[in-house]
């Protein structure tokens, strides 16, 4: 049996995918992968996933083939992510020679972890896939590694999906897997009472560099709550399955009827703490190789040619890491014999390529050590990663490569910590100068929690602790004279109440700073006043003089009361209504003068008026009007 066998459309684990579900809907199940048991058709659909779940198959492939599949999902640290390991027994496989002549036969079998995560936001996410895959049968053994990545949009009836299978693609000993695209939609609704799933696919990848496209499509119906019936159809294959769930709890079974024969698998889910619900789900269709595509099966060394073209293999690989240039001459010269098989080939051309990336790792570790003894470590270590990548068996790079690591870590943490101390130092100053002295000692505590010893942060801690000692000081100095002033004015107040006015004043005038020096200097005009009205209310002189002019005022002899309300004004303005009675008789005294047209008299008394009473508006309304009809323009 060819190599073709191992790698086929139905025997490939790779591509048999890892849902029986997914199998019983033709492999159309990109756009519905939503828990650990899709992750090999989507990673994305990790993200959708309800619950953790634990999901297990087993596949009864052609002939004597068989394998299973376990997987575990779950949500760590706000991404949803998933552990998978798949095995397949290929069997006994038959041995053959150039000539087709049997050799015996070999039980090959292959295993493949597999690490995904998915994250995205409401109805769009992407999934990444590692995997790990080792393949061994006969003396060959070989380990591989490949990624893929997955995207998918979903609503509440419609899903999309995107897959693109070996981004990065694993080469084994027997095998080199191609890159291939799915793509496929989904549409849910509910016809008579009963839930339908309809998914369609379309996967793209390169067989002997021809392009081929394959068409997937899929139907599953929820005749009863708890039971799933599922049809497909891919690449001519039909399809079919059923899937019976119970609470938490759902046991899968798929049929694949090719035209190669039939496969049958059996699948186990359990979801932690969530009811399993309807899910349809799409594998990505296997990918379908030619017989030129395949890689003939390692024959046994069997005659002495074989046994010294191995023995010059060995060779080659044992002074390979000391001498790559030796070892590609000496690899090339062997890989020059026709006659060797296409198995030795391959184990020539990998050796071959091996030594090449062990010399280019060789150079770059080189140059990366000249960048670093010049002290560019970013560029050395760029270098080193590169070398690494292509030699990672060499303990010197790695060596290298680790010590560099941490010397740029240092050097990294000692800038950032210079960096926040010189912000954390800008906004002390910037909170000291307008007297933010709290934030300045946080600031300055956040540097000194870094460099405990930082001149600059201790000086100007200890210039904030002074400025808040002297604060301290004035706020309680401030304070004794607050309460000094209020209780000055409290008595000043029962003095004015009681009518000592005098003793009133002496106390007011001790009110010299504070808040209540407005309300002191308020209070002493109004004991000046007082004491003044007492004065000349005591004096008889005055009493007569004002009921004098008040006679005259009545008798509408304003010029005479003018005169003698002048007397009484200038000794005290605030006697009595002296100040709206002197107003009133000079404003009348010129209205008289103007209307027995005595324009000159009526001018000057109402300039005495502006003289005692600046703002009086009237007084030079009327003196503009004398001005203008003494002038000759009268209105």
Known sequence: M????????????????????????????????????????????????????YYSY???????????????????????????????????????????NVLGYIHPFWLCP??????????????????????????????????????????????FGLFIKNVVAPSVFSYSYKRFIDAGYSYSTIIKNTPLIFSISKKIYTADDISVLNFNVGIQAMPL???????????????????????????????????????????LKYQ???????KTKVERKPKIRTASETVPQKTAVSNNKEQLTLYKLNYAQSIMRSHPDSAVAFLSAIAADTNISDTFQIRIANAIKMASNIKKARELFNKGLTLYQAAQFNDAIVLWKK????????????????????????????????????????????AFNNGFFKQTLAYCSEALAIEPNNKDALSLKNKTLTEIKKNKLHQIQEKEKHEKSMRLLNNA?????????????????????????????????????????????????????????????????????????????EKNPNYRDISKKLNDSLLYAGIIYYRNNELQ?????????????????????YITRAKNKLGGNTQ
């Open 2 to 53: 060819h190599s073709k066998a191992l790698h086929g459309y139905s025997d490939n684990p790779l591509y048999m995918g890892s849902s029986a579900e997914a199998i019983a809907v033709g492999k159309s199940y990109v756009s519905l992968s939503a828990d650990g048991s899709g992750i090999l058709y989507n990673p994305a659909g990790l993200f959708f996933q309800k619950a953790p779940s």
């Open 58 to 100: 087993f596949v009864n492939g052609l002939l004597d083939s068989y394998g299973s599949f376990l997987s575990y999902s779950d949500k760590i640290h706000g991404v949803n992510g998933a552990v998978s390991t798949l095995y397949y027994n290929y069997g006994s496989i038959k041995h053959t020679d150039l000539y087709n």
């Open 114 to 159: 597999t690490f995904s995560v998915a994250f995205g936001k409401d109805h769009t996410a992407i999934g990444v896939n590692t995997n790990f895959i080792y393949e061994t049968h006969s003396t060959e053994k070989s380990l591989a590694f490949g990624a893929d990545i997955g995207l998918q949009y979903r609503e509440t009836h419609n899903s």
């Open 225 to 267: 709550k708890n039971l799933r019936l599922s049809l497909g159809r891919s690449a001519g294959n039909i399809s079919g399955g059923i899937t019976f769930s119970y609470k938490n709890v759902s046991i899968e079974y798929a049929v694949l009827n090719s035209s190669i024969g039939t496969i049958n698998l059996i699948g």
């Open 272 to 278: 932690v703490g969530h009811q399993v619900k309807l």
């Open 387 to 430: 070398a690494k990548k292509l030699d990672a068996q060499n303990e010197q790079i790695s060596a290298y490569l680790e010590s560099a690591l941490l010397t740029f870590e240092k050097i990294n943490e000692i800038q950032n910590k210079a960096k926040i101390i010189a912000d954390r130092l800008i906004k002390a100053q910037f």
């Open 493 to 569: 107040k029962k003095l004015i109440a009681s009518g000592n006015y005098n003793a009133a004043l002496l106390v007011l005038k001790k009110i010299n700073s504070g808040p209540f020096v407005r309300e002191a200097s308020e209070l002493i005009i109004r004991c000046n006043t007082k004491i003044q009205n007492i004065l000349m209310e005591k004096d008889p002189e005055n009493q007569k003089l004002y009921n004098e002019a008040a006679k005259l005022y009545t008798a509408g002899k304003m010029s005479e009361a003018a005169a003698k309300f002048k007397k009484l004004y």
């Open 601 to 621: 008299s009526a001018i000057n008394t109402w300039e005495q008026l502006l003289h005692f009473f600046p703002n009086s508006s009237s007084a030079q309304d």
